[in-house]
């Protein structure tokens, strides 16, 4: 079964600086997939990054980075230069590759941004 | 021009009611879901279908049952309300192809609270 963990309940950053979410995972299907998203306040879940366990580069959407280091099943996420705007819950999530295969997510890291 | 949409955005009802939740998208997407996001955050999948064929049906009361008329449209009916069922409920779509590296992405999500 697929699993996923994230150790961080919160975090608090400087505007302008990065910051890195830690997310663990576990599966024994070489295919998956791994997924970011943003809950801000208002609610809604944004998606922001994908990488999948075949990439062999890290993937990269503006400012939010995965850090991906298959070997130790870790998949980071780093958001550089943090705007006040990025204040909110990340989630990451997985997905392996049953028809039936279901998105797993963590249990989110809230993030505040301070000045 | 909204990606997938969802009616109502709140919803406050009695115990024991039956109340309904609607999900549309215009993404084109064969792929949709309906999850759970409970009091402490946490996110879970209740039903996936595609092409309006159930493919995930979680362990959900049976009391929940969602209906997909096409396959741009979920929609999620509750009978007899509990309390329990207090929570936000997101529909989500997906294009449906390779499991693990099939994005979904979710709607705004509906805030259901029973009395």
């Known amino acids: 079964a697929q699993k996923i963990t994230q150790t961080q309940p919160g975090m608090f950053v400087q505007e302008k600086e990065a910051v890195t979410l830690d997310c663990t995972y576990d599966t024994s299907d070489p295919s998956y997939g791994l997924f970011w998203y943003k809950q801000p306040s208002s609610g809604e879940m944004i998606f922001l990054i994908y990488?999948?366990?075949?990439?062999?580069q890290n993937a990269t959407e503006g400012r939010y980075s995965l850090n991906f280091q298959k070997a130790r099943k870790s998949a980071n996420l780093v958001i550089s230069a943090s705007q006040l705007g990025d204040s909110a819950m990340y989630f990451c999530a997985m997905r392996d590759s049953g028809t039936a295969s279901k998105l797993t997510f963590g249990t989110g890291t809230r993030l505040q941004v301070t000045l | 021009d909204t990606a997938v949409s969802q009616t109502p955005k709140y919803l406050v009802t009695q115990m024991g009611n039956d109340k309904s939740i609607k999900c549309e998208q215009n993404l084109g997407h064969d792929t949709m879901y309906w999850y759970k996001q409970d009091s402490k955050k946490f996110l879970k999948i209740m039903f996936s279908y595609n092409n309006k064929e159930l493919i995930i049906n979680e362990t959900v009361p049976n009391r929940f049952s969602p209906k997909s008329p096409d396959k741009a449209h979920l929609n999620l009916h509750i009978n007899s309300l509990e309390l329990g069922d207090s929570a936000v409920y997101f529909c989500?779509?997906?294009?449906?192809?390779?499991?693990?590296?099939?994005?979904?992405?979710f709607g705004p999500g509906t805030r259901l609270t029973v009395l």
């Open positions: 990488q999948g366990s075949y990439d062999q």
């Open positions: 989500a779509s997906s294009q449906g192809g390779l499991a693990w590296a099939d994005t979904q992405y």
